[in-house]
């Protein structure tokens, strides 16, 4: 506690003396450095299939361990972890992320410092070990101790994944509308027609999973989405590894890969839903770049929290994006990356639909007297470009007064209230800005006792029933 104090008043006296002598050496971006600071979005590299075959694909909703048939060889690591190559593909995105921002006059220092970087990921394996990969591209470094040569370790932050509304806000526990207008929209004719017009393909699907015909076509949409898009991910794996299969299989990859992109842009493409599943990530880059230009210009409470509350032991987890690190890297799945995009309102998917370590990169730059944001895209088959879109007013860099104007139009100011199914319409006016209404008579009958208690009595009920679903289809969703 002493040493915390001392270094506190040591930075503030530095600042005082800094200001007065017209010295730029307390402030963490001195003001030859371009950019000051990246906020890092990206997938998770190369894995194994994600799961065995879906249940009802075996005719028993007990076999959870049963395989498809062509599932017949044996995987370098265990279903839906990070294989080798994954790692690979993630050290170089650091070593990628090294070359951009280590060095003299760039914007991080050679070695790890926790003031500069931060790491968070999901509560998943593959994606978990995928930040360590990226970490150790990034910080090659030196040796800390013996028996660590050449490793740096870098914390990775993380939370409970049924809990993780930052980056899995697409899921049903986290926006209820959103998941009942992508069920709407996987239960169509477009996409069950798209699945089973052609009977050849319909013949083969039932082949590929052990499905009757008559059972796919008594299917509803979501189970047939379940089914194809898990035997893309399978072929998707297998083409990866190298695992030959015969013609006869090898002849649909092509439909896999245009039915899964169909259904992922059916599913992310409701209008004016982008806001609200990729927009706690969005409002989180937001935080991160004004609490950046704060300190920029030495604001004295950006200063005090980014010595104090951002670093102090126990609360440097950093959710809502508001201490200025230099970069911030979230690691996360596909469905990370359509939430941010469907936020951004650029195109949902692209070639491959979303391939591993597929990324955005937001950048904050200086220009003079002015702050510019920068949005760049890629993954681990090409290194990151601009991508431009409505967050810029159709380009891919403008002011960062701009961007947090966008953010501020579309993104709502409580997201779980406008997730609510309690939110009778959700509307986009000129302005682009999401607009909440409620039905008339719900406060009304929540002035009532009896709908209170029972509101109670079945939020109690129905938190049970979806920890139970949670824990049966957690790997039924994340990739």
Same mark, same amino acid.
């Not at 003031?115 to 070990?129: A, G, N």
């Not at 030959?244 to 992109?261: G, K, N, Y």
């Given at each position: ?8 008043? +040591?930075?503030?006296?530095? /600042? +005082? ?29 190369? =894995? ?12 028993? @909703? ?8 062509? !599932? ?20 170089? /995105? ?5 070359? @951009? ?18 790491? =968070? ?31 740096? &370790? ?6 409970? %994944? ?29 996409? =069950? ?13 039932? &082949? ?15 189970? &047939? ?32 890969? !245009? ?23 969005? =409002? ?11 300190? %920029?210009? #030495? ?25 200025? @690190?230099?970069?911030? +890297? ?26 591993? +370590? ?7 730059? @200086? ?7 920068? &949005? ?26 701009? /961007?947090?104007? %966008? ?66 289809? #957690? ?5």
């Amino acid at each position: 506690m002493m040493g915390r104090c001392v270094w506190w008043l +040591v930075s503030v006296s530095a /600042f +005082v003396v800094a200001s007065s002598a017209g010295d730029d050496s307390y402030v963490p971006w001195r003001k030859n450095k371009v950019i000051l600071g990246s906020v890092v979005f990206h997938r998770h590299g190369d =894995r194994a299939a994600q799961r065995t075959a879906p249940a009802y694909a075996a005719g028993d @909703r007990q076999s959870y361990n049963a395989k498809f048939p062509i !599932d017949d060889q044996e995987w370098p690591v265990d279903y839906g972890q990070l294989s080798g190559l994954g790692a690979l593909q993630c050290r170089n /995105f650091g070593s990628y992320l090294r070359d @951009r921002y280590v060095g003299k006059d760039k914007l991080l220092d050679e070695n790890y410092n926790h003031y500069e970087t931060h790491v =968070r990921s999901t509560d998943v394996d593959r994606t978990l070990v995928s930040s360590m990969a990226v970490m150790a591209g990034l910080y090659p470094g030196r040796s800390i101790a013996p028996g660590f040569d050449g490793t740096v &370790l870098v914390p990775v932050h993380t939370v409970p %994944y049924a809990t993780d509304a930052l980056m899995d806000g697409s899921a049903s526990t986290h926006c209820p509308r959103f998941n009942r207008a992508a069920t709407a929209a996987l239960n169509s004719k477009t996409i =069950r027609n798209a699945i089973l017009s052609d009977s050849k393909f319909t013949s083969s699907l039932a &082949l590929l999973s052990n499905v009757t015909e008559d059972r796919l076509h008594a299917m509803q949409g979501t189970s &047939l989405v379940s089914l194809v898009t898990s035997l893309r991910d399978l072929r998707l794996c297998q083409r990866a590894h190298n695992m030959t299969q015969p013609e006869s299989v090898t002849q649909w990859d092509s439909t896999f890969e !245009d039915l899964t992109t169909q259904i992922t842009n059916a599913k992310w493409g409701s209008r004016h839903m982008g806001a609200l599943v990729g927009g706690r990530a969005l =409002r989180a880059v937001a935080n991160r770049f004004k609490a950046t230009v704060a300190v %920029y210009h #030495r604001e004295p409470w950006a200063l005090e929290k980014m010595n104090e509350e951002c670093n102090a032991k126990g609360s440097d987890s950093d959710e809502d994006g508001g201490c200025p @690190r230099k970069l911030a +890297v979230y690691t996360g799945h596909d469905t990370t990356i359509f939430d941010l995009r469907a936020a951004l309102g650029v195109n949902i998917t692209v070639p491959g639909v979303v391939p591993y +370590v597929s990324h955005l990169i937001f950048e904050l730059e @200086r220009d003079g007297k002015k702050f510019t944001v920068k &949005l760049l895209a890629g993954s681990f088959l090409e290194k990151a470009k601009p991508l431009a879109g409505p967050f810029c007013g159709g380009k891919s860099t403008c002011s960062l007064e701009n /961007f947090l104007a %966008y953010v501020e139009k579309t993104v709502p100011k409580d997201i779980d209230e406008a997730c609510s199914l309690n939110i009778e319409q959700l509307s986009t006016g000129q302005s682009g800005v999401i607009e909440t209404t409620t039905s008339s008579f719900v406060p009304q009958l929540l002035k009532t006792g009896f709908i209170i208690v029972a509101a109670i009595v079945l939020g109690a009920v129905g938190a049970l029933l979806i920890s139970a679903r949670l824990r049966r289809a #957690r790997y039924n969703r994340i990739d």
